[in-house]
């Protein structure tokens, strides 16, 4: 009856003994894992360093070369017909999505847009066809005797645009020298230009630079300048009058007693 006990004690250590043993090989391997891992925490940098030199991960890096395949001589062949030609391995086309067509070619690469819209061909310019019209100018005709008068003189005036627009041109541009020789002048300021002319229930409205308001012959060579612009463009069936601007703006008086704020006709004056 007194041994029972004793074996009880005996089990009972030998149990313990066996967990203090596990515990220490558990704890033995979480410290060396710790351990290692403080290790590779302080020399990862030195190890990428080193493997870095070895050019290992460069070579894994590198693009695939192109597969060369060459052929081989079949059993088959006959001797001296062996073939030696090689043929570079193509890479895998990009997929086409039915909009764009990539094509490599060596090392280019070209791309056929389908919805890119062809370049469209330059057509040459219009070329402006350009008439001769027979058209009646009026100048101014000074006399032996010192008189003037209102003369018309028939020019061809090439035309391009706008009939009224290149006789009134040539008015501006005054006499030729031939007649001038002749006794014709136009008393229109040199300089003078017509910025805009437009036609509208018979009147002619033509805005001219501010050079046309000062004529050095006075009245009587306003009325006339006047009066050459009038009969010149009251020889369009069109125009029964003509409205005068300067630089867009009407003015009431050309002179003293030169009145224009109105429309003016052939029996204005």
């Given at each position: 009856?007194?041994?029972q ?50 050019k ?9 070369k ?80 010192g008189d ?23 008015l501006l ?85 030169v ?11």
């Amino acid at each position: 009856m007194g041994k029972q006990p004793a074996r009880k004690t005996r089990s009972t250590g030998k149990k313990r003994r066996k967990k203090k043993g596990l515990h220490l090989g558990a704890s033995f391997w979480i410290m060396l894992v710790i351990l290692l891992g403080v290790i590779f925490f302080f020399t990862h940098k030195d190890l990428e360093r080193i493997l870095s030199n070895t050019k290992l991960f460069s070579s894994l890096k590198k693009e695939d070369k192109p597969l060369v395949v060459e052929d081989i001589e079949s059993p088959g062949n006959k001797k001296g017909t062996s073939s030696s030609t090689k043929s570079t391995a193509k890479k895998e086309a990009p997929k086409d999505d039915g909009k764009n067509t990539i094509i490599k070619l060596g090392n280019q690469v070209v791309s056929d847009d389908k919805d890119k819209p062809s370049p469209k061909k330059q057509e040459p310019p219009k070329q402006i066809q350009s008439t001769f019209r027979n058209s009646a100018l009026y100048f101014v005709f000074f006399s032996g005797s010192g008189d003037i008068k209102l003369s018309k003189l028939n020019r061809n005036v090439q035309v391009s645009g706008s009939p009224l627009q290149a006789v009134m041109d040539v008015l501006l541009e005054g006499a030729s020298p031939d007649e001038i020789n002749q006794g014709y002048l136009s008393l229109i300021p040199e300089g003078t230009k017509l910025k805009s002319i437009r036609v509208s229930d018979g009147i002619a409205t033509m805005d001219f630079s501010e050079e046309f308001m000062f004529n050095t012959f006075g009245t009587e060579g306003m009325k006339n300048q006047l009066k050459q612009v009038i009969y010149t463009a009251c020889e369009f069936p069109t125009v029964k009058a003509v409205q005068f601007l300067i630089d867009g703006k009407v003015v009431p008086y050309m002179s003293e007693s030169v009145y224009t704020e109105k429309p003016l006709t052939k029996n204005s004056f």
